[in-house]
Nanobody
Framework: QVQLVESGGGSVQAGGSLRLSCVRS??????MGWYRQAPGKEREFVAR????????LYEDSVKGRFTISRDGAKNTVYLQMNSLKPEDTAIYYC???????????????WGQGTQVTVSS
């Protein structure tokens, strides 16, 4: 079992910055990611950091503005968001994924979400 708790959301003006945090409890070995869901839209991928090697992936619209990182000692994953735009407004969800691992019984765990609002 994995539990994920996000924090760090809030309201900022366009061009501002926020840092989201996701604390993971339970077993290790998951790729960690961030997704977001804007009103009336489907949940979409934002960024991921791989368990093995720490390789990162980003959705095109956030490349160069968002940075995903992790602190293993704190079991925490971060999403640093700079140069925020109104279109970044959404609920941001932390995700833990273990697809392809022999021990993986449940592929995805999700946090409760944290609201990010960017005003123009």
């Amino acid at each position: 079992q994995v539990q994920l708790v996000e924090s760090g959301g809030g309201s900022v003006q366009a061009g501002g910055s926020l840092r989201l945090s996701c604390v993971r409890s339970g077993r290790t070995g998951y790729d960690m990611g961030w997704y977001r869901q804007a009103p009336g839209k489907e949940r979409e991928f934002v960024a991921r950091i791989m368990w093995s090697g720490g390789r990162t992936l980003y959705e095109d619209s956030v490349k160069g503005r968002f940075t995903i990182s992790r602190d293993g000692a704190k079991n925490t994953v971060y999403l640093q968001m700079n140069s925020l735009k109104p279109e970044d407004t959404a609920i941001y969800y932390c995700n833990a994924n273990c697809d392809g691992r022999f021990w993986c019984a449940k592929s995805d765990y999700w946090g409760q979400g944290t609201q990010v609002t960017v005003s123009s």
